[in-house]
T-cell receptor, first 115, second 116 residues
Framework: KQEVTQIPAALSVPEGENLVLNCSFT??????LQWFRQDPGKGLTSLLL?????REQTSGRLNASLDKSSGRSTLYIAASQPGDSATYLC??????????????FGAGTQVVVTP | SAVISQKPSRDICQRGTSLTIQCQVD?????MFWYRQQPGQSLTLIAT?????????ESGFVIDKFPISRPNLTFSTLTVSNMSPEDSSIYLC????FGTGTDTQYFGPGTRLTVL
């Protein structure tokens, strides 16, 4: 059974520092991995999606890497801003036909960026 | 990306009653899903909403408790039946497979349910 773990559970950094968020998964047979952001009381915003064949994806200040063989993904946020304060979730999608579209989520990393 | 709306955005309900949550998408999508996020926890998939047929439920979730409808490719409902305080959660719908067929999954804003 796939298990998704996110470390650390919480992180506080001063504005301007780079953020490094980790996600690990136990079953490397994934189809893709997606990073989301969730603001308090709100839904999820998709940040980046990495296909299983890719090593990384970039969007603006965000960069996500994927090492399928070791079951790890890392989300880097450069030059953090107070507006980056949120909970960040990673989710893996299994590669089997009967699990099409089903995401398994980690517990999230709660980030606070202080001015 | 798709624009997804959910109604209601929040509700407070009495034990033993039922609540139906609606999910509307602004374009036709292939897949629609319903997730639950219990307080302080991450998201758990409840079921896949299938257009024109019965939903496919994950282990631990049953149709009698969470009946789901999906009459077309842009709309779905989730009913939380015979509610108890343990059903207090955020319920989110998600969609995938539209436009250029991206694998990205998009989520609605969620429905925050409190059961007294």
């Amino acid at each position: 059974k796939q298990e998704v773990t996110q470390i650390p559970a919480a992180l506080s950094v001063p504005e301007g520092e780079n953020l490094v968020l980790n996600c690990s998964f136990t079953d490397s047979a994934i189809y893709n991995l997606q990073w989301f952001r969730q603001d308090p009381g709100k839904g999820l915003t998709s940040l980046l999606l990495i296909q299983s064949s890719q090593r990384e994806q970039t969007s603006g200040r965000l960069n996500a890497s994927l090492d399928k063989s070791s079951g790890r993904s890392t989300l880097y946020i450069a030059a953090s801003q107070p507006g980056d304060s949120a909970t960040y979730l990673c989710a893996v999608r299994r590669g089997t036909t009967d699990s099409w579209g089903k995401l398994q989520f980690g517990a999230g990393t709660q980030v606070v960026v202080t001015p | 990306s798709a624009v997804i709306s959910q109604k209601p955005s929040r509700d407070i309900c009495q034990r033993g009653t039922s609540l139906t949550i609606q999910c509307q998408v602004d374009s036709q999508v292939t897949m629609m899903f319903w997730y639950r996020q219990q307080p302080g926890q991450s998201l758990t998939l409840i079921a896949t909403a299938n257009q024109g047929s019965e939903a496919t439920y994950e282990s631990g979730f049953v149709i009698d408790k969470f009946p789901i409808s999906r009459p077309n490719l842009t709309f779905s409902t989730l009913t939380v039946s015979n509610m108890s305080p343990e059903d207090s959660s955020i319920y989110l719908c998600s969609v995938e497979g539209f436009g250029t067929g991206t694998d990205t999954q998009y989520f609605g804003p969620g429905t925050r349910l409190t059961v007294l």
